[in-house]
């Protein structure tokens, strides 16, 4: 009769920003649960880590569930494992990045626990060859990767189930391999099926290991909490009087059978990652830009804070948190495409670019810092004006537009512009959906056909916008005055008709506390242009992240209403507010445009389905216009926050 060692590594983890009373929730129906169980079966060995940003949050509203996790440690039923403090994907970080973000989870274990882990829990379980060195420097002896990480190698299946040294630059790390199978069926199968698949990968010798690694919701959130007690207790009952099976920590497999030998791997994570991120996750950063902009942004406030060796150690952990990792990617659920975890990623890092500008005098006696770089990383240059209140990003090369406004005065720190595109998925193919056609940021041109309504823009009707000056490259002049000029020279196309050249400048002037941009068109084609002037833009209202019922409005003439409610009519003005954020005003210098409203809601799986998911509020300014030869259309919009521009 065959026998094996079974690790059961249990995962729990809440990202930055996750909505408290998300997490309240969670905590009563798993974490509470699971910690019980683990104190009613505290003469077997379970193996758990807890993510930095949830250790975070345990620690400020349930210490109590700190204290007792903490004892059954010391008792020898839990093993600990470490893990990166913002639970960020170490190798899309700066190299340096990956080695603190271990080292600053450890101290603050050690804080709290008294001792540093031996093993670590690898972020979505993402392996690249790189990581041995880091880990290795921070004294971390092994960590858990995916089975399909070894079959990526070109390995045989069955070494799987022994542990393996691997090494870069002559440091070393010992890998155990997490079963695909056995998450497949733990807990979603009765006792003894599980039992029989982990028995189907013994040895007669007994030497062998197999890993369940996974998350620790699966056990009253994905499903109800009553069922998950009584699934726990049949299983770990039946277990407990088993002989064949021997529940272990990874810290006792080791010093009992050490390692079959050395080993070699490629990159690689869990069999869904390597599906959703088409086999590496970096892609997720050319996928969603929304994620490489949030990626880049990181870089360049890593650069500030360099700058800054006197900054205080609380700008660092706010970068580190910036990390978290939930925000860049998207899969089954959420990820991305929820705003308040993208709300939570620029909250961080601005707060962490304020302290360093404040430590070095970034400004000096300047109001105004401009740089013409490539932010993005795409190989053409942004334009990013900074100023101690706000920055302002613009692309020449995406229509001219904005597409980050960070607000950054202290308690107040948002990206207003964190809006996020709608992208076609694997799971909305066949749904009639229509994705985006350009990015959902502001300061864009359309030229609509007369016929389009709201629903056509906010939709995307196709062949609506008849001009091609949404996507334009356009040229940046930065005058003396510290204004800039945008221009460019476009087209409006109508089936049957010469084109008309249309000449778009946009004059950005920077306030104390927004901006003003004047738009001018110019029709130097040879026929009218009978269209409807849109110029649109974007709003991240910013979410109360602590109390649940705290609704986001907007006011437009005298009206207010809830931002899942559309609008349409003559207006100049619109003011966006949040209990938690001062008034974000858009108004126009045409008193007699339209304003057209809607909410930007993708469409997502969720655990109940496809739902709509909001990623901001859609604003398009409209001027129903027949613009003849040399005639000039022009108009003013103040973008600001707080009551008065100024």
Same mark, same amino acid.
């Given at each position: ?16 920003? *996750? ?12 974490? &509470? ?221 080791? &010093? ?135 920055? $302002? ?23 207003? *512009? ?47 916008? *008849? ?16 204004? $800039? ?129 909001? *990623? ?31």
């Amino acid at each position: 009769m065959g026998k094996i060692n079974f690790i059961f590594a249990i995962h729990f983890h809440q990202p930055v920003g *996750q909505l408290k009373w998300i997490n309240d929730g969670i905590y009563e129906r798993s974490y &509470k649960l699971l910690l019980e169980i683990f104190e009613k079966y505290a003469d077997l060995k379970f193996t758990v880590h807890i993510s930095g940003p949830l250790l975070l949050f345990l620690n400020e509203y349930y210490p109590e569930w700190i204290n007792r996790i903490a004892k059954l440690g010391d008792l020898g039923t839990i093993e600990f494992l470490a893990g990166s403090m913002g639970e960020a994907i170490l190798p899309i970080l700066p190299s340096e990045d990956r080695y603190y973000q271990v080292k600053e989870y450890m101290r603050y274990f050690e804080k709290l626990f008294g001792y540093k882990p031996k093993g670590m829990w690898l972020p979505e379980r993402v392996y690249e060859p790189s990581l041995p060195e880091v880990l290795s420097k921070n004294m971390i002896e092994y960590t858990f990767i995916d089975d399909s990480t070894l079959q990526r190698g070109g390995h045989s299946s069955d070494k799987a189930y022994y542990s393996w040294l691997t090494e870069e630059s002559g440091r070393t790390l010992k890998l155990f391999f997490i079963d695909t199978g056995l998450r497949y069926v733990l807990p979603w199968s009765s006792s003894e099926e599980v039992f029989n698949y982990i028995l189907s990968k013994s040895s007669e010798e007994g030497d062998r290991v197999i890993v369940w690694g996974s998350d620790a919701e699966k056990f009253g959130e994905w499903k109800d909490p009553d069922w998950a007690w009584n699934w726990l207790n049949d299983f770990l009952s039946k277990l407990r009087e088993r002989d064949d099976i021997l529940l272990v920590h990874p810290r006792d497999y080791l &010093k009992e059978h050490g390692v079959k030998g050395l080993i070699y791997l490629p990159s690689g994570s869990y069999d869904k990652m390597l599906e959703w991120s088409h086999g590496f996750f970096r892609n997720f950063l050319i996928k969603y830009v929304e994620s490489n902009n949030m990626h880049k942004k990181m870089l360049l406030v890593r650069k500030k804070l360099k700058q800054a060796p006197e900054v205080a150690d609380i700008a660092w952990r706010e970068y580190h948190l910036g990390q978290c990792n939930d925000a860049y990617w998207h899969g089954l659920f959420g990820g991305i495409y929820l705003i308040h975890l993208r709300q939570a990623i620029y909250e961080k890092f601005i707060k962490a670019e304020k302290l360093a500008e404040e430590t070095i005098d970034y400004y000096r006696d300047k109001n105004l810092v401009f740089n013409y770089i490539d932010f993005d990383y795409d190989g053409k240059r942004e334009v990013l004006v900074e100023t101690p209140r706000y920055n $302002i990003y613009i692309k020449p090369d995406d229509g001219g537009t904005i597409f980050e406004y960070d607000y950054k005065e202290k308690g107040k720190e948002h990206n207003i *512009q964190n809006t996020m595109t709608r992208y076609m998925e694997p799971y909305l193919e066949n749904t009639g959906f229509i994705p985006d056609w350009y990015r959902r940021v502001s300061s864009r041109i359309h030229l609509w056909s007369p016929d389009t309504g709201l629903n056509d823009w906010i939709n995307n009707t196709p062949f609506k916008d *008849q001009s091609d000056l949404a996507l334009r490259k356009y040229s940046v002049i930065i005058t003396r005055e510290h204004k $800039i000029i945008l221009r460019t020279l476009g087209g409006h196309y109508v089936y049957g008709l010469k084109p008309a050249k249309i000449l778009v400048e946009k004059t950005i002037e920077f306030k104390n506390n927004g901006i003003t941009t004047n738009y001018e068109l110019v029709n130097y084609g040879e026929r009218p242009v009978d269209t409807l002037i849109g110029i649109e833009y974007h709003v991240s209202p910013k979410i109360d992240l602590i109390n649940k019922d705290s609704p986001i409005i907007y006011r437009i003439e005298s009206e207010e209403k809830n931002v899942e409610e559309q609008w349409k009519g003559i207006s100049r003005k619109i003011i966006v507010k949040s209990k938690v954020f001062p008034d974000i005003v858009l108004e126009s210098s045409d008193r007699e445009n339209e304003i057209w409203v809607s909410p930007l809601n993708s469409l997502a799986r969720t655990e109940k389905g496809l739902m709509k998911v909001f *990623q901001g509020i859609a604003i398009m300014f409209v001027k129903k216009t027949v613009l003849k030869p040399k005639d000039e259309y022009s108009v003013k919009i103040n973008w600001f926050i707080g009551e008065n521009l100024n």
